[in-house]
């Protein structure tokens, strides 16, 4: 090997390790504790222990059938896996019904850390998307609540001018909600912004491999996370379109996974829609050790020219990729269909 390309090579170890770096603490990617073999993690400062992977809301009310949804649920419990996500807006609320069939079920509900999201900027608005939420989850509170697509640079300044945040603050007084956090996708610096207004239990945001090199939240917005003891829950693990990371060959899904509970997170969000992706999934859980040194340099080697440009994060730049709710929400068309 010629002496440039060493040097090349030092650089590349250097520089994207170092860049990787950003946002983890010396105790990332190391489990907790197990949950019927899972590894958990704690969530931030409310002292719970989450299973290092979460089921996604919006995939399990996409499975063919409410049937097979709740058998999928019922497994993933078994298996450990008892972060579940949620949303008032996912499906026009099949998911939250699906969920709240499948929890009623055996005392599942005592079993799950459950957490939904609201879509509402206003008091009014919010009050009645956390009881449709409660009625729909059949449950008389629930575990984490989070203000959902944080997506435009004035939705932090709404949720406090329109009272939402005072409402929800409310409920939690009430005992409906227990913790309060948010989720977006867009921009690191709107999360930034949102964490300035609130002492937040939680936040949520794209963790991925491409993340690292495109508006990353990674380095942007996990260490002041940190800095405030503030649970991190990743999503689009895959990125964006669908798994399009993983259908291009960038990298696998197993690489993916495993590179997003490297960073300092306590959980990352996964699509699950069937009985196999669950056992995929499971199986990255359990098969996790943090990345580093070559295997993570080679890996961020691999993914930066298809990272830079956010070809695979689209959600980051294009309104499109927002909730039709949060985009008629700021006064944007939404075609039907």
């Known amino acids: 090997m010629s002496e440039a390309d060493n040097t090349r090579r030092e650089f590349l170890q250097t520089g994207l390790a170092a860049t990787a770096a950003v946002g983890l603490a010396a105790h990332a990617g190391a489990a907790e504790g197990t949950s019927a073999g899972l590894p958990t993690r704690k969530l931030g400062k409310t002292g719970q222990n989450v299973s290092i992977i979460c ?8 499975v063919e059938t409410r049937e097979e949804s709740i058998r999928i649920m019922h497994a993933a419990i078994d298996e450990g896996l008892t972060f579940f996500d949620n949303a008032w807006d996912y499906h026009n609320g099949k ?6 069939h499948a ?36 449950t008389d509170h629930i575990d984490l609540w989070q203000f959902h697509e944080i997506n435009y640079d004035n939705d932090p300044s709404w949720i406090v ?9 409310q ?37 991925n491999v491409c993340d690292t090199f ?34 291009d060959k960038v990298c696998t899904a197993t690489e993916a996974h495993h590179y997003a509970l490297t960073q300092d997170v306590a959980s990352i969000v996964v699509g699950i829609d069937s009985m196999e992706i669950l056992q995929k999934n499971l199986a990255d859980a359990r098969s996790f050790q943090p990345l580093s040194g070559d ?35 700021h006064g944007f068309e939404v075609k039907a269909g």
């Open 95 to 100: 998911s939250e019904e699906w969920m709240g």
């Open 214 to 247: 495109y508006r990353s939240f990674i380095q942007n917005v996990i260490p002041e996370a940190k800095k405030r003891n503030i649970g991190v829950i990743g999503m689009k693990t895959l990125a964006g379109g669908r798994g399009k990371l993983v259908l």
């Open 171 to 207: 409920a939690q007084k009430e005992g409906k909600i227990r913790y309060l956090g948010f989720t977006g996708h867009k921009h690191p610096d709107i999360h930034r912004n949102m964490l300035a207004i609130h002492d937040w239990d939680t936040v949520q945001m794209p963790v």
């Open 103 to 138: 929890l009623t079920q055996g005392s599942k509900r005592d079993k799950v850390f459950l957490m939904s999201k609201v879509c509402a900027r206003d008091g009014k608005g919010i009050r009645q998307q956390l009881e449709e939420s409660l009625k729909r989850l059949r």
């Open 161 to 169: 001018e329109k009272g939402g945040l005072a409402e929800a603050l």
């Open 55 to 62: 089921l996604g809301g919006w995939h399990i009310g996409a």
């Open 295 to 329: 295997a993570l340099t080679q890996l961020l080697e691999k993914v930066k020219p298809y990272a830079t440009d956010g070809r695979h994060e689209l959600f980051k730049s294009d309104i499109t990729f927002d909730g039709p709710y949060h985009r008629k929400q």
